[in-house]
């Protein structure tokens, strides 16, 4: 009997041993993969080398783009899209007055009328000859129905899934392309935070039509976003796209503000974006306006935005509210309040609807629109791209509307929040740790 209980135990203790050493293995990569990062830890940023760095002055040119590797590119025109009654009848547009070539490039393609139209139309261009590429990221696609990507690989589509699950690549699943763009003929191209779903149709009228931001460009800069492209393309199938159809000679035009198109990808240290955003807020001397789908800042941008806020800076923060698609990242979000309301960052909460707008105004001259998020995902585990303007008149429409959408917030007020129940900060507690993931 007692040799039986001891064969017992010892068959128990077999039986967990190997889930309690997979249980260690992965706790310790995870913390490993956090040490990677120094900023987890807060030790942040320092800039050296100028006492007064001015978004209007070169030199900040010329930092961005010897930190990010994004070449400055002059006479651009841009144009600002709000919310999907603006932004696709001018997808649309772009689509079909394309002759050579399209690039189309997507973190969500989900359902809906408009992922219907858009799929006709990129087979429509297939057909009349237009070579059309499309990447899909392969786990923010997977709501795509089966019948549109049918209807385009029959017309000629070329499409790829980026990334799609593999057991050997498992470390990588949360690496996606996060990317939205669009380019026709290498002439033309949008950029913004816009998914191809019926979330995005409308005017941000009610919850089910969200509040977004896209930019069309045209100029020399719209080698960027097809660099953003071919970048993900290369990966996914393995060709180089090259020739006049995606790259031709676009003269520089007389006007237009100085451009340029910054994007990242996962890897160790600090990423392109990171150090843009880190830059852009450091320079700030007058105003910092933010708009943020997800803001789930760590400790290096929370004292970074809390600087600028000490040193006089009027930094405006506008995140979403209780209508937000993922509500552990805004609650993981409001973690940071307690610190940033007390070094003077105002923070606002989107009402009417998901706001998934990702945007940056500084002092009224510098903006950036694109796909960043203010989180973990965007700063080191997706690959990204925005749009950066040095443009008094761009910069102007924007924070018209970011003052627009903030007649439609709630402003965090401090005596308030600082009477928030034991059940809220405990959900925010809890979610602190998950921050990184997030």
């Given amino acids: 009997m007692v040799d039986l209980r001891r064969r017992q135990r010892r068959g128990l203790r077999a039986a967990y041993a190997w889930p309690a050493g997979l249980a260690a293995a992965l706790g310790a990569r995870y913390a490993t993969e956090s040490l990677r990062h120094r900023r987890e830890s807060g030790h942040g940023y320092d800039l050296h080398g100028a006492d007064e760095l001015d978004v209007r002055d070169p030199g900040f040119l010329r930092a961005a783009e010897a930190l990010t590797g994004a070449p400055i590119s002059n006479g651009d025109e ?145 080698r960027g976003l097809f660099g953003a492209f071919a970048e993900n393309w290369l990966e996914a199938t393995g060709e180089v796209l090259v020739g006049e159809g995606y790259l031709p000679d676009i003269p520089d035009r007389e006007e237009g503000g100085p451009m340029m198109v910054v994007r990242s990808s996962a890897g160790v240290g600090d990423t392109n974006v990171e150090a843009l955003y880190y830059l852009a807020i450091a320079a700030a001397r007058e105003r910092l306006d933010i708009t943020a789908a997800y803001f789930v800042p760590r400790p290096a941008f929370i004292d970074a935005l809390c600087d600028a806020a000490q040193r006089g800076v009027r930094v405006r923060v506008l995140v979403p509210g209780p209508n937000i698609d993922k509500p552990p990242v805004w609650v993981a979000g409001r973690v940071s309040y307690d610190q940033l309301i007390d070094c003077g960052v105002e923070l606002y909460e989107y009402q009417p609807t998901m706001l998934h707008a990702k945007s940056m105004v500084v002092d009224g001259a510098w903006s950036s629109v694109g796909s960043v998020n203010f989180d973990n995902r965007s700063f080191q585990l997706h690959d990204e791209a925005t749009l950066c303007v040095l443009s008094e008149a761009f910069a102007g429409r924007l924070t018209e509307q970011f003052e627009y959408d903030l007649e439609r917030s709630d402003r965090i007020d401090p005596e308030r929040w600082a009477r928030r129940g034991p059940f809220q900060r405990a959900g925010e507690s809890a979610l602190k740790i998950a921050r990184r993931e997030l």
């Fill in 78 to 222: 841009v144009e600002l899209l709000i919310n999907g009654d603006e932004i696709f009848p001018v997808y649309l547009e772009t689509i079909r007055e394309a002759r050579r070539t399209l690039c189309l490039l997507t973190y969500v393609y989900w359902r809906g009328e408009i992922a219907s139209e858009v799929a006709a139309a990129l087979s429509e261009r297939a057909r009349a000859g237009v070579e059309v590429n499309v990447i899909i990221d392969a786990m923010g696609g997977i709501k795509i129905e089966k019948d549109l990507v049918e209807q385009m690989s029959d017309a000629g589509v070329r499409i790829s899934r980026f990334r799609p699950p593999k057991p050997y690549a498992a470390r990588r699943v949360a690496n996606r392309t996060h990317r939205k763009i669009l380019v026709a003929d290498g002439e033309v191209g949008l950029t913004g935070g816009v998914g191809i779903a019926e979330e995005w149709t409308g005017n941000a009228q009610d919850p089910d039509h969200w509040r977004d931001t896209h930019v069309r460009v045209r100029g020399p800069v719209v």
